[in-house]
């Protein structure tokens, strides 16, 4: 069935440094690749997304880059700050079901000052 | 603050009983779906509405049922509860059903069965 991986389950960087986490998907259908971002006691919040037909999506210190090929997708945030500590999800959907996400198991980052 | 609205925030009950979980969308959001967060499972897709009719179903239990009312609020309610059912449940909306849809997630329900 549907399945997306997500590595590592744990990150502890330093406030400045880089942070990446990879996502793989089983569903070659898939075509639309969300990454949230879950603080304590909320819900998860939309960071970035990418579509299959774009290899790679930037926004400030947050890039995505997709690798369709090998199935692979991942989250990278460049100077890493204190407030980015959170749990982070990717997710992956077919173009016909857009609400219909599969998760990632998660990331907790953490960033030390 | 997402806009979208899920009470109550906290609801503990006792194995076989039935509870009802709210949500309203955000202002204009035709889609409403639910997801189930817990440790093991993480977060799975339930189901989905639009405008009052249901769109898709994922690993949602039998004896749980969702409806959207003509005021594009939304109810989940779990019947027969076990001690499995034990999770946070969220409430997401989207504008429509276009091909990439970005959700947003309201705050949750904490279920808690005893």
């Known amino acids: 069935g549907e399945n997306v991986e997500q590595h590592p389950s744990t990150l502890s960087v330093q406030e400045g440094d880089s942070a990446v986490i990879k996502c793989t998907y089983s569903d070659s259908a898939s075509n639309y690749f969300p990454w949230y971002k879950q603080e304590l006691g909320k819900g998860p919040q939309l960071i970035i997304d990418i579509r299959s037909n774009v290899g790679e999506k930037k926004d400030q210190r947050i890039a995505v880059t997709l690798n369709k090929t090998a199935k692979h997708f991942s989250l990278h945030i460049t100077e890493t700050q204190p407030e980015d500590s959170a749990v982070y999800f990717c997710a992956a959907s077919r173009g016909n079901q857009g609400g219909k996400l599969i998760f990632g198991q998660g990331t907790e980052l953490s960033v030390k000052p | 603050d997402s806009g979208v609205t899920q009470t109550p925030k906290h609801l503990i009950t006792a194995t076989g009983q039935r509870v009802t979980l709210r949500c309203s969308p955000r202002?204009?959001?035709?889609?409403v779906y639910w997801y189930q967060q817990s440790l093991d499972q993480g977060l799975q897709f339930l189901i989905q509405y639009y405008n009052g009719e249901e769109r898709a179903k994922g690993n949602i239990l039998e004896r749980f049922s969702a409806q959207q009312f003509p005021d594009l609020h939304s109810e989940l309610n779990l019947s027969s509860l076990e001690l499995g059912d034990s999770a946070l449940y969220f409430c997401?909306?989207?504008?429509?059903?276009?091909?990439?849809?970005?959700?947003?997630f309201g705050s949750g329900t904490q279920l808690s069965v005893l």
């Open positions: 997401a909306s989207s504008v429509d059903l276009g091909i990439t849809e970005k959700l947003f």
């Open positions: 202002s204009g959001d035709l889609s």
